[in-house]
């Protein structure tokens, strides 16, 4: 006695000790990553990109969209809102036009900086015809009226303006913006003009994308004119606007989850004090699962935060049975500990069973190539077993406590009646099979849901950020399937002469239409390597033999040969000095290597591609590329959607498999019939009939998040086949559904409640994930109440028997 006493105290001290500890890793430790890339691929084309995320977003710069209807107002805002953030305390640095030409003490360094185009034109700028037009163009500048010494200073130092020919090209900004003849980042009507600002941090660290999103609307708010609309786009706002909406989803799924849940189960006993018996386990459980889903590195995904609804919604199903068993105790003239060691002692074993098969189903999800669907099955199917065990420790003595009076008197289902009279008859039972047989047969006919595109999943379409990147494109033009290029090496020198080498390959698929642009480092700052071919390429100009032109031409044009003898000395001796770093001290340029030069172990240097609506264009861009540089990675947000039909393909058919081989060995275990196994296993195959034909008429998605759902409701629903076989092999079939109907349809509703709660989230992967698990559990609790009825009369034909004489 004293040993047993003991043994409880020290389970008590556990659970205290497991409850502190889950606590304050909820409260302290608990976050929601922003990170939409946990949602990515981890192999292929889409690996890649995960890279890239990782390693280029903490660069992204935050895009500011400035329109209305008078483009002196914009401007105004503009110039208002770039001046403002200068002085932000968490922005580094701002750019609202494009950068002059370099400034190099020699201009025939221009080749350094110019792709095969850009070279081609210096070389016709050199040819005496080429070198007269350019000068006459030079001297027009010069007569102009203008203040501006700096400029006519540059002009001396190169007439042929030989430096502003690499520059001439787009900026390759968001959105393939290009600048305005003025500079500013401006469309073509002057309505909407655009400011880029580098934030501090990383937007993958919460603080730092929330202060540099409040800094920035601050200084909007102040900067604002009637009439114009300012929008945020970036990695920051991106990032601050996920984490408020999967917060938001968690909260509000979670507690949707619960009430409805609650509701279920207080209509299914028409007593609300049940609720006094079931919820405090039900949270202590869903406390301990939150606990360990605070320790993810990381954070959660969001598709994981739907555990929290999930585990509410299968939790209170095991309180059904056990509270009904309590009743039942009552009702047998035990009371107190007695009638709840005695409602412990019929419900253990079953409802444990249940929960771990369906723990199981929900750990298939481990097989899965996302990472996110592991952590949402490693929660869920924790929080099943978690929740059970503390159901059947503390619900019986709880429900014993608030039973202490007259056990209410069980209440008829007419429902239960008229299902068992439709399904007692031979005829009757044959009709209810091929009538639930019948969405197979028209899936055979008509198919499967199609698969649709994973972005739609994964990048909730209402973000505000992600608008405003629409409305940039829509106003600057562009294309929304951008490809990038990864040229990765351990050697920066390397990676970087690789990457010239891609943008090279690409300038002339520009040229043929098969792209509308690109944006590369090569432009900017190439490879030493790249720069002394390209001087090389120069020298067999032989520029010194053409320095008696040059003179010759700026006399006869006009120029004053004193004030231009340094262009004139740079033909005659060209410097052959790699440039080192153009980009320094530079805004823009800084901002510009951020974007293309970043390290993950090695060095990545990423170029960007804008692809045209050629349907063969990804695969023209990628044969160049790898002809240019075979190691190189080509990815872009397309690979998500090829990686994840990818997976699709190979997931559902793993996951499923083993979900269901783990569902018949338990079932065979549980019910010790190989027969009453296969009852139930064929409710499962309704229930798939059903959910097909379900997606198809209701138009719902058909993607990786949650076509993944379906395995795992073999595991969640087949527990209402397993009471009502187990219940007819002890009674009979028509006492099974009398006693073990109502409470079947009860734990089916409540976890069906737990998935319809995902239905209020604004994340489009839960909703799909919602949906198809509410309709899917729906769809087992029919096929369970009619095809275990029907399939015992047609296929297992067996006298009714009575309820067993007292013992």
Known sequence: MIGHVRGSWLILAAVAV?????????????????????????????????????????????????????????????????????????????????PLPPVLRDPTLAWVHAGPAARARLAQIVTPTGMRARLQETHALLLAPADDESMREWLSRDPLRLAQVPWEASLGLPGSVSASPSGAFVNSDGLARLVVAQARGSPFASGDAQAAVEDIEKVLAIAARPGVTTELAGGHAIAYATERLLKRDLEVSAALSLVVASLAFVVTFRRARALVAVLPPLLLGTLWTTGLAAVIPGGMSGVAIAFAAVVVGVGVDTGVHVYAAVLDARRAGFSGLDAARVARAATWRPTLVAAAVAAIGFGSLGLSGLRAMRHLGILCGTGELLTAVAIVLVTPDIGAWLERGTPPVPRRAPWIEWLGRHTSTRRGATIALLL?????????????????????????????????????????????????????????????????????????????????????????????????????????LDLPARRTLLEKQLGEVGFDLGACAQALEAFAHPSHEVVEDPAEGADVRSWVMARHLARDNETLVATYVDLSDDPDAARLVREAVLRADPLAAVTGFDAIDRELRALLARDLPLVGAVAFLVVAVAMRLALKSGRHALVALATLACEVGAVGVAMRALAVRWHVYDALVLPVLFGVTIDESMFLLHAAREHSMSEALRTQGPLVAATALTTAAGFAALLACRFDGLRDLGAVGAFGVLAGLAAALVVVPAATRVLLPSPERGPPEPR
Request: hydrophobic share 45%.
């Open 436 to 540: 639930c047989a019948a969405p197979m047969g028209l899936l055979a006919v008509i198919g499967w849901p199609r698969a649709a595109g994973a972005i739609v999943s994964i990048r909730p379409r209402s973000l505000p950020p992600l608008v405003a990147e629409e409305h940039v494109r829509s106003l600057f033009g562009g294309h929304p399937g951008q490809s990038i290029v990864l040229s990765i090496d351990p050697d920066e020198t390397t990676a970087r002469t690789r990457a010239d080498q891609v943008a090279e390959a690409l300038e002339p698929l520009e040229k043929e239409g098969v792209i509308t642009g690109f944006d590369a480092l090569a432009a900017f700052d190439p490879s030493a390597v790249t720069q002394r071919s390209r001087l090389a390429e120069r020298d067999a």
């Open 18 to 98: 497991v409850t502190a500890l889950s606590a304050y890793l909820t409260v302290e430790k608990l976050t929601v990553s922003s990170d939409l890339s946990l949602l990515f691929p981890e192999s292929g084309d889409a690996g890649a990109l995960l890279r890239w995320t990782r390693a280029f977003r903490g660069r992204d710069p935050a895009v500011v969209l400035v329109h209305g209807d008078r483009p002196e107002a914009v401007a105004a805002v503009a110039d208002a809102a770039a001046e403002g953030l200068r002085h932000a305390p968490s922005i580094v640095r701002v750019v609202d036009r494009a």
